[in-house]
Structures are given as C-alpha cells and as structure tokens.
C-alpha cells in the first residue's frame, strides 16, 4: 500500500501538526505501508493559473515547472493520500490548497453526472485512492473544523476520492505545554497510532479512536489564559528587543 503525505505546516517538524501527523504515519509504516512524506515548506508549487492547458494542448499535464511534476504522479498512484494543515481561517493552509487546486490535471476537462452532480470524470491512469485530513486548531472548540471538513469531503467528491476521515486536534497550542506541564496526552499519540494502524488494515478509523485524538486537554479558562500568556510574553520580548536595539544603535 502507498501513503503520499503532505504537510502544510509552516512550523513543519517543530509544528503542532506534526505531533498527531508524525504518529499517523508511524502506525501506517507498523502495519507495513509505504509512506512518503514532505513538507509543502520545502517544495515550490505556484497556485494554479487557470489557463486549462492540462485539459487541451496537453491533457494531463500542467505547463508550470515546479514541484507538482513530482508530486502528481505520486498523488496518482497513492492509495491513501494524507493531507495535514493547521486551521487557517476556517480552511487549510495556502501551500495543501496550492496541491489541491493544482490536482486538476488528474480529472478530464469534461463533464459527467454522477450522483445527481456534475463531475469531472477521474483519468483512467489514477487510482480512486482514500484522503485522510490531520489537523490542528489554536482555538478550544471542535467546531472549528466543520468548514474544512466540508470543503475536504466536497473536493474528494469532485476528485473522485473517498474522504476516509480526520484526525483533528482542538486548542493544539496547548499540546507541547500540556507536555510539559506533565499533564497526561500520551494516550492522544498513542491513539494517533492506532489510527494509521487501523486505516491500513482494516480501511477505516474507528470512531473511538479518533475521539481520543480530538479529546479535551484542559479546561477552556486554562487554555485561554495560557494561551493568552504566551502572547504576552512574547510582546514583551519583542519590545525589550527592540529596545535594545536601539539602546545599541545609539551607542554606536
């Protein structure tokens, strides 16, 4: 089995998408998946032009010279593609939406009905692959994936993919101070796990396991005001720093 990921981070490896992410993949790896995983920092993929060259002129095929080459035939031949993000204003990050508007050269330029709804027709080359969301939210409340949750299962329906589930992680920026706070969350990337192992060998995440990944770490007035004090701090160093900056500019 081929697993294609993506991570959308900008924070890569050191991001939050990445704690639940990087589990994911190793359960997969466990039960004898092939994983492929990049980070979308590291590649150049332009947005999508809009000239449906890959339609006409030459079908299948994009015009622009960037990392896409790589990629498409990759995320053709995947049997599970895994696209993880942080939230960025209710949708995914601008690099992941980049590689899911850029997938058109996968689908033909035509139309057809399918399920009452006009489709684009998937190319005969490309497998009907499964696509799994991993996504972290700085905010406390779980809804705040409903938008993007919509938008993925939309864009799998046009893409003629199945939409296999997703790992989401509410108030994400209290998972590395929760580590270090000693609070118990073992069991969220333990479960993270479980989820890549279940996918590979069963085709689907159970509902139990995902809700141990999505489940609350502290109390909404804890997260607040840690998070709230993180900001903080942060202001202030940046003013100190530029104080002294200048205190030195000065001095010079």
Sequence with gaps: MKVLALNGSPRMKKGNTALILDPFLEGMREEGAEVELYYTKNLKINPCQGKFICWTKTPGKCWQKDDMQMLLPKICEADILVLGTPVYLDSVSGPIKNVMD?????????????DGHCRHPLREECKRG???????????EIDNFDPMI??????????????AGALIR??????????????PVDE??????EA???LV???KMSLETLKIVSRELMPLEMYVQSVNDI?????EAEIKLGKASLNSLKKN
Aim: proline share 4%; aromatic share 8%; with cysteine.
């Design 201 to 203: 060998k069963e085709g």
């Design 170 to 183: 509410p108030h994400g920026e209290g998972l590395r101070p929760a580590m270090k706070m000693g609070l």
């Design 188 to 193: 969220i990337f333990d479960a993270a796990k």
């Design 102 to 114: 850029r997938m058109i050269p996968l689908v033909h330029g035509t139309i057809e009905m399918r």
């Design 196 to 198: 890549g192992r279940q």
């Design 231 to 235: 900001i903080q701090y942060a202001i």
């Design 150 to 163: 919509v938008q993925m299962k939309a864009w799998c329906k046009n893409t003629s993919r199945e939409f």
């Design 130 to 140: 499964k696509v799994v969301l991993v996504s972290n939210c700085g905010f406390w």
